[in-house]
């Protein structure tokens, strides 16, 4: 099947042997009757699996071609779920331009456990291998970087996990599988906040994994009922009603992505313009070569450099909506420096670019020309 396809059937059949029903029912229960204890049909109680919440995993594998799909109650639970693969004393090198909830994860709870961060840029991944130790155990890569939207040579970094025999694992929020899927590229986990692009209507909080190896799998399951982060079958619904129409939203995100980065770049109010589409970008090859399109995210600087200029845009958008998160129907505009990367220091940050007059777009899909009226607006 290809992707289009798979979007909208990958993992669904026989969903509802009951009914016959097309989309799965939501299966609002905690628990599940059994004939004799231990004889059941599959399911006992719904922490360790609900058919709602399988058949989204199963449709979230299947579009990243991976064999095992793993729903979480945010992002942040299912990358906290990749670090309890880990023990006190092991070391992760992560990407330096990171998810600022990503890194607050890390520094501020997983640190204090006895786990080690290093974050690394990762243009060229070949550096990497310095900051490798005994004690590496995984690298955390997130491409498109958020904000900076720099892109990582996912293949690159496998050649370096798989010679180290270490774990990679990519955050594909950003890109979704319908621009990228990293498991092809050498990934050995997949991780997603569903409540982005897939769930792709700002209505639902959620996270996934997906992996192909079976015992890394049946470690993660184990992690993902041990520790209990599941998501309910309502949210479940959710996203997989949401998927089904990925691939028409990532397409129509693309072209107003373009759109609205190639009208920044034009404007003698802005500075710089982050988009890994223009063929100046320091990426653009391997975005070209890993990447089907460049993605709905957008960041720019203004000429005069102040916090005040960016606040200035920001409250005087009218269809942009400004907000944290990113990836819905709706356009959203926000201030890295105070909004999602304030968990940052302010040295730290402005090492890799989040300047006080960044400003990122989620580039949403109403119509074009309304979004560049109202950037041309608020910008002038
Ligand atoms: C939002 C986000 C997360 C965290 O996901 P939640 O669903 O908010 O917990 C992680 N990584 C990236 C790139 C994100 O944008």
Redesign the pocket.
């Known amino acids: 099947m290809k992707f289009n396809t798979k979007a909208i059937h990958g993992g669904q059949e026989n969903i509802d042997p009951g009914y016959n029903a097309v989309m799965p029912p939501i299966y609002q229960t905690s628990t599940f009757k059994q004939h004799s204890p231990g004889s059941h049909k599959g399911y006992e109680y719904a922490r360790s699996a609900n058919p709602t919440r399988n058949a989204l995993e199963k449709n979230i594998a299947s579009i990243e071609n991976g064999k095992y799909g793993l729903a979480f109650g945010?992002?942040?639970?299912a990358?906290d779920a990749v670090l309890k693969l880990l023990k006190p004393g092991d070391e992760v090198i992560a990407t330096n331009d990171l998810?600022g909830?990503?890194y607050r994860l890390f520094t501020r709870i997983y640190e204090d456990l006895g786990i080690k961060f290093q974050f690394v840029a990762m243009d060229d991944p070949v550096s990497i291998e310095k900051h490798i130790s005994t004690a590496t155990r995984i690298i955390w890569v997130?491409t498109p970087t958020?904000p900076m939207m720099n892109i990582i040579d996912i293949k690159a970094v496998a050649q370096v996990t798989k010679k180290h025999n270490l774990l990679l694992a990519v955050?594909n929020?950003?890109a979704t599988a319908y621009l990228q899927q990293p498991l092809d590229r050498g990934a050995d986990i997949v991780m997603h906040?569903?409540?982005?692009y897939l769930g792709g209507h700002s209505d639902v909080?959620?996270?996934s994994l997906v992996v192909n190896d079976k015992s890394l799998a049946d470690k993660l399951y184990f992690i993902q009922n041990a520790s209990g982060a599941i998501p309910g079958p309502q949210d479940c619904f959710l996203v997989l009603r949401g998927i089904k129409t990925l691939h028409v939203r990532m397409q129509r995100h693309c072209e107003n992505g373009r759109a609205v980065a190639e009208f920044l770049k034009g404007n003698s109010k802005v500075k710089n313009v982050y988009y890994p589409g223009f063929e100046d970008h320091p990426n653009y090859d391997i975005a070209t070569s890993q990447m089907s399109d460049y993605g709905g995210m957008v960041s720019f600087s203004t000429v005069d450099g102040t916090k005040e200029s960016a606040i200035k845009i920001l409250e005087s958008l009218r269809v942009f909506t400004l907000a944290e998160?990113?990836g819905g129907v709706e356009s959203l505009a926000g201030h890295p420096a105070t909004m999602t990367h304030a968990s940052i220091p302010k040295t730290e940050r402005e090492k890799i670019g989040i300047v006080d007059s960044l400003i990122r777009l989620s580039v949403g899909i109403e119509d074009i020309h309304d979004l560049l009226q109202d950037l041309e607006q608020a910008i002038r």
């Not at 945010?74 to 639970?77: C, E, N, T």
């Open positions: 945010s992002g942040l639970a990358i998810y909830g990503s997130e958020n955050d929020t950003f906040s569903a409540t982005k909080i959620m996270g998160s990113l």
